[in-house]
């Protein structure tokens, strides 16, 4: 197996197919810049018609926006958010008025998501016309749990392990460790580390573990604007999925992709 030295440089490897993958959540969102009338039941009905098929349940929620003016306090506002997800609960697609995401916790490929995300790109594109787009991110967050934390100085880098592995993190009750990198048109942000039973570092995207457990979190997005077109967003994501996937080579050992189902 190729040694992987610079994951931002060097060519994405081969994918290693994890039989037993410990991928928690896959993320992808596109923010665009404020529709209003996505707030508006009439208005978002033709888009949920174009995926009800795929996402038939749909739920209405309120979130939190955050709302900073020149010389004002920070305030906070209710934001509509349409959340449609599958009969069984492994997928959901999010629509506010300023961003489009997709979710899933049973993640099978790359060319089943991305293939998916094409699908509510361009019902996006049809129903809610956004004419620019202001970031498109790609998240994969790993958890590790039960007997592989305790080896789990065989299964990641010592660059990535910290404290993990050593005779004092027995005294730790958690740590972690986060990493932003600047690239020429975009940033990788990278954390790890081990947390104990019923923590997480995001609510909204990791449910707390009923035990302790080693979290590999990466989050790659754009660094500027662009006019909104569905092939560039997709193809973006699509890049985007692979160079965090060179990041996650980088970071695990051979050990970790046998332990998970890998053939190496």
Same mark, same amino acid.
């Given at each position: 197996?190729?040694?992987?030295?610079?994951?931002?440089?060097?060519?994405?490897?081969?994918?290693?197919?994890?039989?037993?993958?410990?991928?928690?959540?896959?993320?992808?969102?596109?923010?665009?810049?404020?529709?209003?009338?996505?707030?508006?039941?009439?208005? %978002?009905?033709?888009?949920?018609?174009?995926?009800?098929?795929?996402?038939?349940?749909?739920?209405?929620?309120?979130?939190?926006?955050?709302?900073?003016?020149?010389?004002?306090?920070?305030?906070?506002?209710?934001?509509?958010?349409?959340?449609?997800?599958?009969?069984?609960?492994?997928?959901?697609?999010?629509?506010?008025?300023?961003?489009?995401?997709?979710?899933?916790?049973?993640?099978?490929?790359?060319?089943?998501?991305?293939?998916?995300?094409?699908?509510? %790109?361009?019902?996006?594109?049809?129903?809610?016309?956004?004419?620019?787009?202001?970031?498109?991110?790609?998240?994969?967050?790993?958890?590790?749990?039960?007997?592989?934390?305790?080896?789990?100085?065989?299964?990641?880098?010592?660059?990535?392990?910290?404290?993990?592995?050593?005779?004092?993190?027995?005294?730790?009750?958690?740590?972690?460790?986060?990493?932003?990198?600047?690239?020429?048109?975009?940033?990788?942000?990278?954390?790890?580390?081990?947390?104990?039973?019923?923590?997480?570092?995001?609510?909204?995207?990791?449910?707390?573990?009923?035990?302790?457990?080693?979290?590999?979190?990466?989050?790659?997005?754009?660094?500027?604007?662009?006019?909104?077109?569905?092939?560039?967003?997709?193809?973006?994501?699509?890049?985007?999925?692979?160079?965090?996937?060179?990041?996650?080579?980088?970071?695990?050992?051979?050990?970790?992709?046998?332990?998970?189902?890998?053939?190496?």
């Amino acid at each position: 197996m190729r040694t992987i030295e610079d994951p931002f440089t060097e060519p994405s490897p081969d994918e290693v197919p994890l039989a037993n993958a410990p991928l928690v959540r896959v993320i992808a969102q596109v923010r665009f810049p404020e529709i209003l009338t996505v707030g508006q039941r009439d208005f %978002v009905a033709p888009f949920q018609e174009a995926i009800r098929a795929t996402y038939p349940v749909l739920r209405q929620e309120q979130i939190p926006a955050v709302l900073i003016g020149p010389g004002t306090a920070m305030q906070v506002k209710p934001q509509t958010a349409w959340r449609f997800g599958d009969a069984a609960g492994q997928w959901r697609v999010s629509l506010t008025p300023e961003f489009l995401a997709l979710e899933t916790t049973k993640y099978t490929s790359r060319a089943d998501f991305f293939s998916r995300l094409h699908r509510i %790109v361009t019902a996006l594109g049809e129903h809610i016309e956004p004419s620019l787009v202001d970031r498109i991110g790609v998240r994969y967050i790993d958890r590790i749990t039960g007997t592989a934390v305790d080896d789990i100085k065989s299964l990641v880098r010592p660059e990535v392990r910290g404290l993990a592995g050593t005779a004092i993190a027995a005294h730790a009750a958690h740590f972690l460790s986060e990493t932003m990198f600047n690239l020429a048109d975009a940033r990788v942000v990278a954390r790890w580390g081990q947390l104990p039973a019923g923590a997480t570092l995001d609510p909204a995207a990791i449910e707390p573990s009923q035990e302790k457990s080693w979290i590999l979190d990466i989050d790659m997005s754009s660094a500027a604007s662009f006019p909104f077109a569905v092939d560039q967003v997709v193809e973006l994501g699509k890049k985007y999925a692979e160079q965090v996937y060179a990041f996650f080579r980088w970071a695990v050992t051979a050990e970790f992709l046998r332990r998970y189902g890998g053939t190496v």
